[in-house]
Nanobody, 122 residues
Framework: QLVESGGGLVQPGGSLRLSCAGSGFRLDYYGVGWFRQAPGKEREGVSYISSGSGSGDSADSVKGRFTISRDIAANVVYLQMNNLVVEDTATYYC?????????????????WGQGTQVTVSS
């Protein structure tokens, strides 16, 4: 099971940190990705981190502003979001990929959280 938290309302230029807590399995054995979906738009891959070495990538739209990381002991993956813009408004989901690779493709993921809402507005 995956549970996201940390969403909320923030002004443009602000920051939020999302958390993805795993239960029943170790997140560091899986690739973990963050996705977002705005109303009327397709689900978009934001960032992912691979198992093992913890290498990963972020989408061009968030690169330099969002950082994915993990706390192995706590079994949590984070998404630090800085310099938020209105276009970042969406429901954010984390997902786990049993292959361990991690990718921007949602179809590769096996376990999904319920999502957390992020609203960027003045």
């Amino acid at each position: 099971q995956l549970v996201e938290s940390g969403g909320g309302l923030v002004q443009p230029g602000g920051s939020l940190r999302l958390s993805c807590a795993g239960s029943g399995f170790r997140l560091d054995y899986y690739g973990v990705g963050w996705f977002r979906q705005a109303p009327g738009k397709e689900r978009e891959g934001v960032s992912y981190i691979s198992s093992g070495s913890g290498s990963g990538d972020s989408a061009d739209s968030v690169k330099g502003r969002f950082t994915i990381s993990r706390d192995i002991a706590a079994n949590v993956v984070y998404l630090q979001m800085n310099n938020l813009v209105v276009e970042d408004t969406a429901t954010y989901y984390c997902a786990a990929d049993a292959s361990g690779w991690g990718t921007f493709g949602a179809a590769e993921y096996d376990i999904w959280g319920q999502g957390t809402q992020v609203t960027v507005s003045s």
